[in-house]
């Protein structure tokens, strides 16, 4: 609860930012988000996650009320506020205060919050050993009730699957999607690596994870072949590794699947090398942080 954060327009300190309890983000989870991380003082892939905002926006039509530049701004200011070096920032657009009933005409103006924070470890693991999964009793929400490639507020189905896997001493559940097929992880994408290369599921059922983006573009810079397509529970069961990727947890190796071993149990091969062409990728682009020293300078 530290920090300066951007809320209700104007920025201020974290404890005494509000949040109207008719706002339909807290009420129905009507809203979308973004996590968005930074590194070596500037933000990766900032302008590609303000574009799945919008594009998240679009999807519920919701209104922003703003310029994808002007957001974009926001966030570097929120940065340079809690002078973010290495950090994670949240980035949340609720549908705003109105009636009781779900209806989104009641509700004038959409909320629009930031918060940027030094960073966290997403998976506690030791470096020689990957993360366990275990297939998940809950189905990830079906595409044609609230489709997975929005970045909405609803992360129940999410939070559920989390929870279980928790009980059962995984790390980390592995969602199957309604037709059985691998989908994706609570807060990540799968990959799993084969004798020919890389593989993950198509985005139908997913979140279009931007660390997934970035995994394909190193992939292919790497000389790896990457295949989009459907994988089933064999697939991951008998992949010579396996790996997830978001925007929090970067890369990280899974050594076990519902109790199988995968390879080694140890982080493999290729995974260790996508592992640290992503560390050195986030350290050397992005867009800068504005920094209180440098705006001295120039005045
Ligand atoms: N799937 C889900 C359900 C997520 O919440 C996330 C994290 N935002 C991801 C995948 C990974 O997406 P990204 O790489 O854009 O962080």
């Known amino acids: 609860m530290d920090g300066i954060v951007y809320a209700n327009g104007t920025w201020g300190p974290a404890r005494d930012a509000r949040v109207s309890v008719f706002d339909h983000g807290l009420l129905y989870g009507d809203g979308i988000f973004e996590g968005i991380r930074a590194y070596?003082?500037?933000?990766?892939?900032?302008?590609?996650?303000?574009?799945?905002?919008?594009?998240?926006?679009?999807?519920?039509?919701?209104?922003?009320?703003?310029?994808?530049?002007?957001?974009?701004?926001?966030?570097?200011?929120?940065?340079?506020?809690?002078?973010?070096?290495?950090?994670?920032i949240r980035l949340l657009v609720t549908r705003g205060a109105g009636d009781l009933g779900i209806d989104p005409r009641s509700c004038p103006r959409a909320e629009l919050f930031v918060i940027a924070r030094p960073v966290g470890t997403l998976y506690r693991r030791a470096p020689d050993k990957g993360i366990s999964l275990a297939t998940s009793p809950f189905r990830r929400i079906a595409t044609d009730a609230l489709s997975p490639e929005i970045k909405s507020l609803n992360y129940l189905n999410n939070v559920l699957a989390k929870m279980d896997a928790t009980d059962?001493?995984?790390?980390?559940?592995?969602?199957?999607?309604?037709?059985?097929?691998?989908?994706?992880?609570?807060?990540?994408?799968?990959?799993?690596?084969?004798?020919?290369?890389?593989?993950?599921?198509?985005?139908?059922?997913?979140?279009?994870?931007?660390?997934?983006?970035?995994?394909?573009?190193?992939?292919?810079?790497?000389?790896?072949?990457?295949?989009?397509?459907?994988?089933?529970?064999?697939?991951?069961?008998?992949?010579?590794?396996?790996?997830?990727?978001?925007?929090?947890?970067?890369?990280?190796?899974?050594?076990?699947?519902?109790?199988?071993p995968i390879g080694s149990g140890a982080p493999g091969e290729i995974t260790t090398r996508i592992m640290a062409a992503y560390a050195s990728l986030v350290r050397a682009t992005g867009t800068p942080i504005p920094s209180a020293a440098l705006e001295a300078e120039a005045v």
Request: net charge negative.
């Open 40 to 88: 070596n003082g500037r933000v990766f892939k900032l302008e590609r996650h303000i574009d799945r905002l919008f594009e998240s926006a679009a999807a519920i039509r919701l209104a922003i009320g703003m310029t994808p530049h002007q957001v974009a701004g926001l966030v570097l200011e929120t940065c340079r506020q809690n002078a973010i070096v290495d950090g994670y």
């Open 168 to 260: 059962r001493g995984a790390d980390e559940a592995l969602f199957l999607g309604r037709d059985g097929l691998v989908a994706e992880a609570t807060a990540d994408n799968v990959f799993v690596v084969t004798p020919g290369g890389i593989a993950t599921p198509p985005t139908t059922q997913t979140l279009k994870g931007i660390t997934r983006e970035t995994v394909i573009e190193i992939a292919a810079s790497e000389g790896f072949r990457v295949d989009e397509r459907p994988l089933s529970l064999v697939d991951v069961w008998t992949a010579r590794e396996v790996f997830l990727c978001g925007t929090m947890a970067e890369i990280v190796p899974v050594g076990s699947v519902d109790g199988r």
